[in-house]
């Protein structure tokens, strides 16, 4: 078994017992899927939103829906072919109306499954989308306009912040702010 082969069977196995997950609240709160993420499981480069939204809970795949395509973009942008990272979100369930996961919600799916997810894909390089990500993982408040494209030690690896692709639809001037970082992280992700 290959080096991909085993990465995703271990995934597979991580995922079968929370398929119908009901460990946290947004089990209950209009859940269609537990959207685990998706992408290459060999992938140097993750990328972690918040929690998927509308179509990626009928869909059942992460960053589908307008955020998505605008991610698909800038990915597009800096010469990355999304099949060729992994992408997630803190939840895997979609929190109700778009609202920010819950201290409880983020806590117990980071737990169970995202620090999972990160120790059998082994990025050397995170770059989180929007401060709820960010947090969740430093476990600090921060302000995202303020540590955006900075490499933030984690676990021996690096995390670089920037924006939601969500936030860069209302406000399309931070998308060339976007580009940066994301080059930033593809370049730091292939030394
Ligand atoms: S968000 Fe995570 S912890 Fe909560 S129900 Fe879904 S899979 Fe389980």
């Known amino acids: 078994m290959n080096n991909t082969e085993t990465k995703q069977k271990l995934l597979d196995q991580l995922y079968e017992p929370y398929k119908q997950c ?26 972690i939103g918040e929690g998927p ?35 997630t979100n803190i939840v895997k369930c979609r929190p109700p109306g778009n609202r920010r996961p819950t201290f409880e919600e983020s806590s117990t799916c980071k737990k169970i499954l995202l620090l999972k997810q990160i120790e059998i894909i082994n990025p050397k390089i995170i770059c989180t989308l929007g401060s709820c990500a960010v947090e969740n993982i430093i476990e600090k408040q921060v302000a995202i306009s303020k540590i955006r494209g900075t490499c933030l030690p984690w676990n021996n690896r690096i995390i670089i912040p920037t924006f939601h692709p969500a936030y860069a639809l209302r406000n399309p001037r931070v998308i060339e702010t976007m580009v940066e970082d994301i080059l930033n992280a593809k370049r730091k992700s292939e030394i």
């Open 22 to 47: 009901l460990l946290c609240p947004l089990a209950k709160q209009g859940r269609t899927n537990v959207v685990f993420g998706e992408g290459n499981v060999n992938s140097h480069l993750m990328f």
């Open 53 to 87: 939204g509308r179509e990626e809970n009928e869909q059942g795949k992460p960053f589908v829906g307008r955020s998505g395509k605008l991610l698909t973009r800038l990915l597009t942008i800096v010469g990355i072919d999304r099949q060729d990272v992994f992408i």
